[in-house]
């Protein structure tokens, strides 16, 4: 890779890049939908894992690593591959030293999305334009880390600069929502809102993990759970706590929707004796039980207007080994290939059929399921909410070019792209708002292509006008955040 080389501002040698100000826009058209319509807009970033902590303390990043590499298991799982020693991706080697690790093993992610998100990274917001590679990684790293120690470059300063009107963090309904009352209290411009992520009440099949969750339920609600019916009371308490402190959206993380939302008589008194430990300390219909829980949830997302988000289909913690030594969110998650639709559509079906299913987001993992998703998402839209069945951006492994242009493509040929939602970052990171970019530029790219190859009107106003809803205005509209 030859480079061109001219001086910056900056210090650092800019090289001639494939990313320019058209990159991935291939035709006249997609250029000025990008341009003209897509890129100024703000970014609501509805679901994301951002340390709400880092917000509210306006945290500023020490390092390079700190900010980039800690927490980004997708770079941890490339490194693996490419026959890296753990100890220079998670273990205790310097900063600097796996930065430097990280920087020699970019320029064979080729043809991999961390190859784009790096570079789009480092060039906003650090105004690097320079290939990352072994020989650049000490003059990037000392300049990046320069630019962090500045006011510009604090957690709340990078979420301003990203043009960001709002982000929707993931909590557990354990959480006290500190950070969130200061960031509130502090007038903040960017809105920063709790989202309710109940997994762990989900987790029947260990006995001793739920009854120590249950029991900090129990004391962060103020209700003894001794039955069934004291759980949801629990469980709408949290609901309460975190309306109050402006949440509006829920989310949830399961393999598989359950195969049943049912809650009986039975299903009552086995909870009540499995909390009692009288009866078997293992549950005997788990997939029941977080069925009704579900159900009971969804009743109570939609009294409060919330919009409830499914994420469905990961294979988690496949590497037992390196489960037990790193934990989860280490890198070891891949896509399973469980049947979706038919538990999927019988949930939605229940909520629906007493006119109790709120706004909802389904998101699969395996590309297989695009058409399947995109299908059910028509099934519940009763003519009522616009769009009030969405069917989610591309996920995780989905979560790049090809992905995010079948999801387009699926929800095109099988639904109503025009209500479409848009894209969220799903990131730990700070520096990961370039992903929006990167989706305004594909979905440009994918517009202005038909426009120009007569499968569009070639109306610039027209689809613009459906560009700038799919980037920001349905969003906006469908979460009305106050």
């Not at 303390?57 to 390079?64: A, D, I, V």
């Not at 903040?188 to 309710?196: A, E, I, N």
């Not at 120590?212 to 609600?221: D, G, N, P, R, W």
Request: hydrophobic share 35%; net charge neutral; aromatic share 12%.
């Amino acid at each position: 890779m030859k480079a061109v080389k001219n001086s910056t501002s900056n210090g650092i040698a800019k090289t001639e890049m494939f990313l320019t100000e058209n990159f991935l826009l291939q035709s006249k058209a997609a250029k000025n939908l990008y341009h003209n319509y897509a890129a100024s807009l703000p970014i609501i970033d509805y679901h994301n894992h951002l340390p709400p902590n880092e917000i509210a303390e306006n945290k500023k990043f020490c390092t390079l690593t700190e900010i980039w590499l800690k927490g980004d298991h997708y770079k941890w799982r490339a490194m693996r591959t490419l026959g890296i020693n753990e100890k220079l991706i998670t273990g205790n080697a310097s900063d600097e030293v796996k930065f430097k690790t990280w920087a020699a093993c970019v320029p064979q992610t080729v043809r991999n999305p961390l190859f784009h998100w790096t570079y789009m990274e480092l060039k906003d917001p650090f105004g690097i334009n320079s290939y990352l590679n072994a020989d650049t990684a000490s003059e990037i790293y000392t300049r990046c880390n320069e630019l962090l120690a500045g006011d510009d470059f604090s957690a709340k300063a990078l979420l301003k600069h990203f043009n960001i009107e709002m982000v929707c963090t993931t909590d557990d309904p354990c959480d006290d929502l500190s950070s969130h009352k200061k960031i509130a209290a502090d007038n903040y411009q960017v809105k920063v809102l709790p989202g309710f992520r109940p997994d762990k009440v989900f987790n029947i099949t260990n006995r001793e993990t739920f009854i120590v969750y249950l029991k900090k339920l129990e004391k962060v609600s103020g209700i003894e759970i001794k039955n069934f019916d004291s759980l949801l009371q629990a469980l709408q308490q949290r609901v309460n706590y975190f309306h109050d402190a402006g949440c509006r959206i829920a989310d949830h993380g399961l393999l598989v929707m359950p195969s049943s939302c049912e809650l009986n008589i039975k299903l009552e008194n086995e909870f009540e004796l499995f909390l009692q430990k009288k009866d078997a300390e293992v549950f005997s219909k788990p997939d029941n039980f977080i069925g009704a829980v579900l159900n009971q949830l969804g009743k109570m997302y939609h009294k409060k207007g919330w919009v409830q988000q499914f994420h469905l289909g990961p294979l988690r913690n496949n590497n037992s080994r390196l489960f037990a030594k790193l934990g989860p969110d280490s890198g070891f998650d891949s896509i399973g290939d469980k049947p979706q639709a038919q538990h999927l559509s019988t949930f939605l079906n229940e909520l629906d059929k007493t006119n109790e299913l709120t706004k909802t987001i389904i998101y699969n993992i395996n590309p297989a399921d695009n058409e399947v998703f995109a299908a059910i998402t028509g099934n519940f839209n009763g003519g009522t909410i616009k769009g009030k069945v969405q069917y989610g951006s591309g996920w995780w492994f989905l979560d790049q070019m090809d992905g995010m242009e079948k999801q387009i493509n699926a929800l095109s040929s099988i639904g109503i792209i025009s209500t479409f939602i848009g894209m969220l970052t799903d990131s730990r990171s700070f520096l990961s708002f370039p992903r929006h970019e990167y989706f305004r530029r594909i979905l440009c790219n994918l517009f202005g292509g038909e426009m120009e190859k007569g499968l569009l009107p070639n109306d610039e106003k027209w689809i613009g006008k459906i560009i700038q809803d799919i980037c920001y205005y349905n969003a906006k509209e469908y979460f009305n955040f106050k």
